[in-house]
């Protein structure tokens, strides 16, 4: 639950966005990726509410300490782990060249690394 107890009136809050980071984010000390340690989407994505609804967390969290994402551009994880938030291992791309790094990384696991 993306909450916290207000301590004055009791009630639940929304955590912040940087609460909400804080929260739910494990670093991963071998490879530098962090972990989304909330919900993972069906699609192996971390998942976080903000404002009410669900966004992948690795936009959230790249947006957040990074500023936004141009406009026609797709985060891509060059770590190759969708649960990695950690805005070092995410960059920009067209989705022509996401596909193109997903192919020829496909290429090179078919041939065993060897390109």
Not at 45 to 67: I, N
Request: proline share 6%.
């Amino acid at each position: 639950m993306n909450t916290r107890v207000d301590p004055i009136t009791k009630r639940f809050l929304p955590l912040t966005l940087d609460e909400l980071i804080e929260t739910y984010i494990s670093i991963e000390q071998t490879t530098g990726c962090w972990i989304w340690m909330g919900t993972i989407d069906p699609d192996g994505y971390g998942s976080a509410k903000v404002d009410g609804s669900p966004r992948r967390a690795h936009r959230v969290v790249y947006q957040r300490l990074r500023g936004e994402i141009p406009e026609g551009l797709h985060l891509d994880h060059l770590c190759r782990h969708r649960f990695c938030v950690n805005p070092d291992h995410l960059e920009p791309v067209t989705s022509v060249e996401r596909v193109r790094r997903l192919r020829a990384e496909r290429r090179s696991s078919a041939s065993g690394g060897v390109s």
